[in-house]
């Protein structure tokens, strides 16, 4: 077969819409999923010790991650929970909030831009492809509109590699400049607050993101993924073997 330049940037039809995972595959991943210890994010070094050692046994079995990703892709409340965002789109793969588990896949879009911001929950994510720039800040002012972008101090920059876990506290200040297309396993705890702050390094806008539970159903429809850009995304990761 004759091949160009680019031709794996064709999103065909991704090879796990055509064939489903067995419903063992699927009772032996549930299995697993099951018997995953309980996180508890207020101990934030122990919670990162539990969850990299999760996100790794997920990330590096190409076989279990695709089981998980397609019984997400056929389970209507997982489902709901892909979405599509100005920087990184996700796909959610698992949610047991009584273990403090969200799992999902993060996944960088090409274009980026600065933003010191925080998040509402605790979180490790592992690199899985790409790579992240990684850059930690402090402040000595409220976080509001008030903001002065000028005033937000980096203290610790890094390159954060494939194949790098990285656990960050909810509170913690922060930007990811990523190379495009850098996929990450993330797993989050539950919400430690309602909203995250954010602010543009370019021009100092601050806006805040909230959890689903609190966005209006127009937002709501304008972040759900759509069925062509969940087909992109799983061509890119089948193309990438993760799954």
């Not at 046994?57 to 997982?78: F, K, Q, S, Y």
């Not at 793969?93 to 879009?109: C, S």
Request: contains cysteine; proline residues 4%; aromatic residues 8%.
């Amino acid at each position: 077969m004759v091949t160009r330049p680019g031709d794996d940037l064709l999103d065909l039809t991704p090879s796990i819409l055509l064939t489903a995972p067995s419903e063992q595959d699927i009772a032996k991943a549930e299995a697993l999923m099951a018997s995953l210890p309980k996180v508890r994010w207020d101990d934030l070094e122990a919670a990162a010790e539990i969850t990299e050692a999760i996100a790794r046994r997920l990330g590096d079995d190409r076989a279990l991650l695709r089981t998980l990703v397609g019984r997400a892709l056929r389970t209507p409340e997982l489902r709901e929970k892909f979405e599509c965002h100005a920087l990184d789109d996700k796909i959610v793969i698992w949610d047991d909030q009584d273990k403090g588990l969200r799992i999902r896949l993060r996944l960088a879009n090409t274009d980026q831009y600065e933003r010191v911001h925080n998040h509402r929950y605790s979180f490790t994510a592992y690199i899985l492809h790409g790579a992240y720039q990684h850059t930690l800040y402090a402040t000595d002012q409220p976080l509001d509109e008030s903001a002065d972008v000028s005033r937000f101090w980096p203290y610790f920059v890094r390159e954060e590699p494939a194949g790098r876990c990285i656990t960050l506290d909810h509170e913690q200040l922060h930007t990811t400049i990523t190379e495009p297309e850098t996929i990450s396993l993330m797993i989050q705890s539950p919400a430690r607050k309602q909203r995250a702050f954010m602010i543009r390094r370019d021009d100092g806008t601050v806006w805040y993101r909230l959890g689903a539970a609190e966005e209006s159903a127009e937002r709501r429809a304008e972040v759900r993924m759509s069925d062509e850009r969940m087909h992109h995304w799983l061509s890119r990761l089948e193309a990438f073997g993760l799954l």
